[in-house]
């Protein structure tokens, strides 16, 4: 099979009339473009083995298989352990997947983009409408609405936007409804960490490198270049050290890239969205960011409010992540109380790794609030406790422990280990005393 082609900078050059492109939106991912060409079938999974392969561990190893037959892009599920969707229907046999439709492998998203034969693919609105179902932010609290109300008004804009807040508030779910809901709609969202950029890379990985550069044996496409006609997100920009701050501020100003390596440079057409966890202005202040790109990237500056001042969310979001399981379950009214009732330091990231503890704790049966990590669950670890309670007890809250540090740390072992302070060994022994399931085996490859 040949090579499958899984550049988001392909979105922008013509679609042959032998190819179909799929949009993949997976967590801890850069958004895609899968060009999916004739009679040639694709594969995708968190497996080395899959064509595609997402950083999901909802996803199984080969999770599902398409393919374009010429007239229709056919979705089959490979047998995966949590099922294949195509809108809000399990894929049993195989299944059209039409334009602006939603495709769902664990918690990734796919979806089949407008071909120019297609009736769609002048509509705009039919773009556009499928980004905003495929981002669609929970806004039940008075100051989320107020938020996403300004989002919406901001999206029609070119501005450059600053979003600030703590960490796990959200902050690339308000960047992703911007995108979602601007006129680049159509065109990648590409997210680049700040804090995985060194000096050593951040040119590479900003502007590209042409083959042949320090051992490269094909050109390699830079993040600029691959958001070209689309949204580019700075993640935690605040983390950017000055060499590579420079080298973000010479883009912008230019803009237009040089590959490493190259002698030509090539325009590119961004948006620059940034989120920070600090207050730039501050860090400017303080002399550790540079002033002159901090008015770059804040053309607007947006906050975002930590959980605990809009609790009014909580129970969306908490729907919102159990309709995505694969048992979905409901919210008990005293489970509803106590998850308004806690203050929430970590923000819409501890909240969903409290109810992924709470579905692993409570296996097959309905969710309580004793399912909760100990530190969200009311009571004392020790209130109304007998001799033979105890063990149970003590049992429940390492295995809580352990679940908890394996969802922060997405199923690698080596750092849910170093969390919880013990051996590797240690925690696999644990981790099979309390009936975890360890990850697939090419998670534990990686931990190794």
């Not at 440079?265 to 920070?276: I, N």
Request: aromatic share 4%; with cysteine; net charge neutral.
């Amino acid at each position: 099979m040949e090579q499958t082609d899984t550049s988001p900078f392909e979105l922008t050059s013509p679609m042959g009339a032998d190819e179909r492109r799929l949009f993949v939106e997976s967590p801890g991912q850069s958004s895609r473009v899968v060009v999916l060409r004739r009679d040639n079938a694709v594969s995708v999974g968190r497996g080395d083995e899959a064509d595609v392969v997402l950083d999901d561990r909802r996803a199984s190893r080969v999770h599902a298989r398409l393919r374009f037959d010429g007239r229709a892009v056919v979705v089959e599920d490979a047998g995966s352990s949590n099922g294949t969707f195509v809108g809000a229907h399990r894929v049993t046999e195989p299944t059209s997947l039409e334009p602006g439709m939603l495709m769902r492998v664990g918690s990734t998203t796919i979806a089949l983009l407008p071909h120019d034969d297609d009736d769609s693919a002048d509509d705009s609105a039919s773009m556009h409408s499928h980004s905003v179902r495929a981002f669609n932010p929970v806004a039940d609290d008075p100051r989320s609405k107020e938020l996403f109300g300004l989002v919406a008004r901001l999206a029609g804009s070119e501005l450059a936007v600053l979003i600030e807040g703590e960490a796990g508030v959200g902050k690339e779910v308000v960047a992703r409804a911007i995108h979602a809901q601007s006129t680049r709609a159509a065109g990648p969202f590409v997210v680049v960490s700040a804090a995985a950029l060194s000096d050593a890379n951040v040119e590479a990985e900003l502007f590209g490198q042409e083959r042949g550069v320090g051992g490269v044996d094909a050109r390699r496409i830079g993040a600029f270049e691959a958001a070209h006609g689309g949204t580019l997100l700075l993640d935690d920009v605040n983390d950017l050290s000055p060499a590579c701050q420079a080298a973000v501020l010479r883009v912008l100003v230019a803009g237009a890239v040089t590959r490493v390596g190259g002698a030509r440079g090539t325009a590119v057409d961004v948006r620059l969205l940034s989120t920070s966890r600090r207050e730039l202005s501050r860090e400017v202040a303080e002399g550790r960011f540079r002033e002159d790109l901090y008015f770059r990237l804040q053309g607007v500056r947006v906050k975002v409010a930590p959980l605990r001042e809009r609790l009014g969310d909580v129970v969306g979001l908490s729907v919102r992540f159990l309709e995505q399981q694969e048992k979905p379950q409901a919210l008990s009214q005293p489970l509803i109380e106590r998850l308004r009732n806690y203050d929430w330091p970590g923000n819409v990231r501890e909240l969903f790794t409290a109810l992924d503890v709470a579905l692993t704790v409570a296996g097959d049966g309905p969710l309580a609030p004793e399912h909760l990590p100990a530190n969200v669950r009311p009571g004392s670890l020790f209130d109304e406790l007998t001799p033979s309670s105890l063990r149970v007890r003590v049992d429940l809250t390492e295995k809580q422990a352990i679940v908890a540090a394996l969802a922060r740390n997405n199923g690698n072992q080596s750092r849910a280990a170093r969390d919880l302070r013990i051996s590797r060994r240690a925690l696999i022994y644990k981790m099979e005393r309390h009936g975890l399931k360890p990850p697939p085996r090419s998670q534990r490859s990686k931990d190794g």
